[in-house]
């Protein structure tokens, strides 16, 4: 994606198997090839995840032992996550890596430019330790970058005048496919200069706008369902808001930031909370049976707290679709109900009359206390 904008990467190529991986570094040539595994997480390269071949049957070797591995990193969390391809890459002569990132600032209400000398590490932990290395240049919408901006984080960073020059071309190339591509982030880590003096992007993520997906096909082709939770798949299909966290608590709430006081109370009462599930304002019946189908499916979850504010959503169609999604799935675990807003006495009076064994609550606190007392129970 970078490179059809003009930002300069390596050559390679993505390989599912080891033969492959062996052929495509053979294409390649040169003295040194680069595997590295693909998957949704950093921190690779520390757990065996990138590593460099002195030959193609080196790289087909490596290329075996990395296809199927569980990679472990301090993004993945102890589980890992499976390596399904690793690209294979040629291997350049690097002189220094740097630090380039393309990001929203909310606060300015227009992209920043952030760079540093520090690259190849966690900018976190660069900020952190050393904030003065962490260079910024806020880029007008009307203007775009104009060039005097690269030259300035160019010299910034200790770059020669013919580096600099192409920060340049490469900083307009990735405001471009930042702006064309509706991203939210783009992070190259590391930018490297390689001793012939070129600038290449070695590694890069990339965050893009889901509002804006729609606009983008080619990008939609590129999702890896395998490298997704298979629960937080599913939601997406229903249009719910997913993500599944440590804890037995389901939690089912419209609206993300009650969602997330819902989590946070849980936590104050004790408990841990399953998931983060934030069914929209405008909830129907039958999303709030698909959001119950989502929460079953965890066998973790040993109780539910729903917890509904009663505007778009109206209390009474909660209830309905609670009431039908219990009856159809036959739901074990206790179910503890804290809803508020329009329709809440006739919603309240229909999960009376159901003849299920609910448990209503007034106060988030008391429904939080609830929950975390009856997932204890079993």
């Known amino acids: 994606m970078l490179a059809r904008f003009g930002v300069p990467v390596p050559r ?23 595997v590295k595994a693909q998957i949704h997480a950093g921190g690779r390269g520390k757990g065996g995840g990138v590593k460099l071949a002195k030959s193609p049957d080196e790289a087909e070797q490596m290329a075996r032992q990395m296809i199927g591995m569980t990679l472990v990193t301090h993004q993945t969390g102890p589980e890992g996550r499976k390596v399904g391809r690793v690209l ?20 300015a209400a227009c992209p920043v430019v952030i760079a540093s000398a520090a690259g190849g590490m966690d900018i976190e932990e660069v900020a952190a330790s050393h904030p003065e290395k962490i260079l910024r240049e806020y880029i007008g919408r009307g203007t775009g970058v104009i060039p005097f901006q690269g030259r300035k984080l160019a010299f910034a960073m200790g770059l020669e005048a013919g580096p600099a020059q192409k920060l340049v071309k490469l900083l307009e190339a990735l405001y471009r496919a930042f702006i064309e591509t ?38 939609r082709e590129l999702r890896d369902l395998a490298e997704e939770d298979p629960l937080e798949v599913e939601a997406s299909k229903f249009s719910l808001n997913y993500i599944r966290l440590d804890g037995n608590i389901g939690c089912m709430v419209n609206g993300a930031g009650l969602a997330m006081a819902t989590m946070d109370i849980i936590k104050l009462a004790g408990g841990e909370p399953a998931n983060f599930l934030d069914v929209g304002g405008g909830a129907n019946a039958e999303q709030i049976r698909n959001a119950f ?22 209390c009474d ?25 329009t329709n809440v006495e006739e919603g309240k009076r229909m999960l009376k009359e ?18 975390v007392r009856l997932a204890g129970k079993l």
Do not use: W
């Not at 783009?186 to 889901?210: C, H, Q, R, S, Y």
């Not at 003849?355 to 206390?369: K, S, V, W, Y």
């Open 12 to 34: 390679g190529e993505v390989a599912f198997s080891a033969a492959e991986a062996g052929e495509i570094a053979r294409r390649l040539g040169g003295p040194i090839a680069v």
């Open 317 to 341: 169609v909660l209830a309905q679709g609670v009431i039908a999604a219990v009856k159809e799935l036959g739901v074990p675990v206790p179910i503890v109900i804290r809803m508020e807003g």
């Open 182 to 219: 509706d991203a939210s982030m783009i992070e190259i880590n590391p930018l490297i200069l390689t001793k012939g003096g070129d600038l290449l992007a070695l590694d890069a993520k990339v965050t893009f706008d889901d509002n804006a997906l729609y606009r983008h096909q080619d990008l």
């Open 293 to 314: 189908k989502i929460l079953m499916s965890d066998k973790n979850v040993r109780a539910v707290l729903i917890n509904i504010f009663g505007g778009i959503l109206r």
């Open 354 to 371: 159901s003849g299920l064994n609910f448990t209503t609550a007034d106060a988030m606190g008391e429904a939080a206390e609830t929950v």
């Open 88 to 107: 294979i890459e040629e291997g350049l002569q690097i002189e220094r890596e740097l630090y380039l990132s393309l990001l929203i600032d909310r606060a």
